[in-house]
């Protein structure tokens, strides 16, 4: 059974986060289709004309931050089904809260230990690459 390619959101403004994430996803690179903006109207931008399977959002970007970006999906019934998992380093309990009123399927702090972000991304991925939703 071929396995589908699962297409990836990366919305992040930090190059050196973005290095990290392709690092730590570097030995499943073939499983996934990786689109990266670095805000959210970038992100909204491309949503337009490609739908990712999940879109991994950080919080705090300049222009668009996380918070509007969600608002502005919840907006667009075409792209509320999107799985959102937030990936930032806020661990601020009203950003958490606001995030998961506003509908995102899961919410992780970036671990400053490289290790930790790598277990977290793979299980994030892991995840992801088993579930049902995304492979209908």
């Known amino acids: ?3 589908k390619k699962i297409k990836i959101l990366l919305i992040e403004d930090d190059r050196i986060e973005v290095i990290k994430f392709n690092r730590a996803i570097s030995s ?3 499983s ?3 689109s990266l903006a670095s805000n959210g109207k970038e992100a909204l931008s491309l949503l337009q004309t490609s739908i990712p399977d ?5 919080l705090n970007m300049p222009d668009t931050n996380g918070i509007d970006f969600l608002k502005s999906v919840n907006n667009i019934p075409k792209l509320k089904h999107i799985p959102i998992i937030v990936l930032t380093t806020s661990n601020n309990s009203i950003d958490i809260k606001e995030c998961y009123r506003l509908g995102i399927s899961g919410y992780l702090v970036k671990s400053l230990k490289y290790e930790d972000y790598e277990i977290k991304i793979n299980a994030i991925l ?3 690459s088993l579930n049902e939703f995304i492979h209908k």
Do not use: G, R, T
């Open 32 to 34: 996934f289709i990786i």
């Open 126 to 128: 892991k995840y992801w």
């Open 1 to 3: 059974m071929l396995q």
């Open 28 to 30: 499943e690179f073939s």
């Open 54 to 58: 999940i879109i991994l959002l950080d």
